[in-house]
Every structure is written in structure tokens, then in C-alpha cells.
Nanobody, 122 residues
């Protein structure tokens, strides 16, 4: 059974940074998504199985960076210049169906972590 465990969330002031981690029980294409109260889950960033392809949602490009350490089966999401509107529960997800690409669609992912709360507030 594929398992995903997120960590690294917390409370940060506007303009601050956080690094989220997603530990998977194997090597997969991984996506980060977020869901704010009353809103639909949206794609943030994703990385292909070997890390050669990354994608970002437009509002995160330039502020967020996704990377992976396959030796640790971990995908990271470095989030800089955080804004109050970045407040949400952040989820990582894995797909078994893609090797050399990744998409920011929730329908493309088979397995989901439990989420980690990110709150940006002064």
C-alpha cells in the first residue's frame, strides 16, 4: 500500500518561508495541492518520477520550488514570500500512471497524504 506523509506546515508571517516534506513509500510522480476553507482543492506544483519535469500553478511560480531526494523518498516544496492567501491545508499526492511527466489535476493522482496546515498571518 502506497503511503504518503506530509510535514513542515505551521504558522508563518507574511513574507516568510516554509518547507514542506512529503515522504513516500517509493518513487512516483508527486503533486502538491492545497485546499482553503470553502474552496476547491487546487494544484500547486508537481514533479515527475525522475525529477526532470516540474510544473507550477501560475500564482506560485517564482515563489515556490519543488524538488526531490530519491535517496530519502522525499519530495520538498519550498515556499517563499508567503501571502495570507496561501493559507490552506497542503496535500501531497502520488500517481502510478506517469513516469516522465506530471499534471496539476487532482484526477491524475491515485494516492493522497493526510495534509499539513499552513497558516500565513501576522
Amino acid at each position: 500500500q502506497l503511503q504518503l506523509v506530509e510535514s513542515g506546515g505551521g504558522l508563518v508571517q507574511p513574507g516568510g518561508s516554509l518547507r514542506l516534506s512529503c515522504v513516500a513509500s517509493g518513487l512516483y510522480a508527486i503533486g502538491w495541492f492545497r485546499q482553503a476553507p470553502g474552496k476547491e482543492r487546487e494544484g500547486v506544483s508537481c514533479i515527475s518520477r525522475r525529477g526532470e519535469i516540474t510544473n507550477y500553478a501560475a500564482s506560485m511560480k517564482g515563489r515556490f520550488t519543488i524538488s526531490r531526494d530519491d535517496g530519502k523518498n522525499t519530495v520538498y516544496l519550498q515556499m517563499n514570500s508567503l501571502k495570507p492567501e496561501d493559507t490552506a491545508v497542503y496535500y501531497c499526492a502520488a500517481t502510478l500512471d506517469r513516469m516522465n511527466s506530471c499534471l496539476l489535476s487532482i484526477y491524475d493522482y491515485n494516492y493522497w497524504g493526510q495534509g499539513t496546515q499552513v497558516t500565513v498571518s501576522s
